[in-house]
């Protein structure tokens, strides 16, 4: 149960886009359709922004897409705004009943 | 609405046991399993393990077995998670997060816990 490797940070100006990553291994990320992200501010709780891969629950900005690759799955967050800079986690089903999430990455909005 | 009360601050010795305590409301308690994740100060999020309401059957990650033990009492509606053995390591927030979505849809505020001699 190691965890996903994610980039420790990432950047990018208000109204780009930034893309993290998300990396793990076929018994894992590339094993299920079953990655999710979570955005987290400082003192918070964490937040569902997508789950199944690539899928949004109600009230998520569809400036927030995910995808996934083989081993790799990215979160994307296009025309970023202020609002957006915190912290993402990836997490994955891993069998066996278990999860494992990512090192997670800061988003600055520059 | 969904929502998931944690328990209050916890300060523990190192080597004691302490208890946690998640309770749920606003769906159906025994639809959802719940996982606990934890986050030591400026860290990750850390999976911890999970429930099934219905039975009460577990899986702990590999880092915390021996020393886990999550439970619920459908009477109440509540999850409890213990840790024990504690050292100072596990100074952290715990959180307790419904399963939904395949992910985890709904998370408490938090417990934090301080190991401290």
């Known amino acids: 149960q190691s965890a996903l490797t994610q980039p420790p940070s990432a950047s990018g100006s208000p109204g780009q886009s930034v893309t993290i990553s998300c990396t793990g291994t076929s018994s894992d990320v590339g094993g299920y359709n079953s990655v999710s992200w979570y955005q987290q501010y400082p003192g918070k709780a964490p937040k569902l922004m997508i789950y199944e891969v690539n899928k949004r629950p109600s009230g998520v900005p569809d400036r927030f897409f995910g995808s996934k690759s083989g081993n790799t799955a990215s979160l994307t967050v296009s025309g970023l705004q202020a609002e957006d800079e915190a912290d993402y986690y990836c997490?994955?089903?891993?069998?066996?009943?278990?999860?494992?999430f990512g090192g997670g990455t800061k988003v600055t909005v520059l | 609405q969904v929502q998931l009360v944690q328990s209050g601050a916890e300060v523990k010795k190192p080597g004691a046991s302490v208890t946690l305590s998640c309770k749920a409301s606003g769906y159906t308690f025994d639809s959802e399993y719940m996982h606990w994740v934890r986050q030591a100060p400026g860290q990750g999020l850390e999976w911890m393990g999970i429930?099934?309401?219905?039975?009460?059957?577990?899986t702990y990650a590999l880092a915390f077995q021996g020393r886990l033990t999550m439970t619920r009492d459908t009477s109440t509606n509540t999850f409890y998670v213990e840790l024990s053995s504690l050292r100072s390591e596990d100074t952290a927030v715990y959180y307790c997060a419904r399963r939904g979505f395949s992910g985890m849809d709904v998370w408490g505020r938090g417990t934090t816990v301080t190991v401290s001699s």
């Open positions: 429930i099934n309401p219905v039975g009460g059957s577990t």
């Open positions: 997490c994955t089903y891993a069998g066996g009943n278990s999860w494992v």
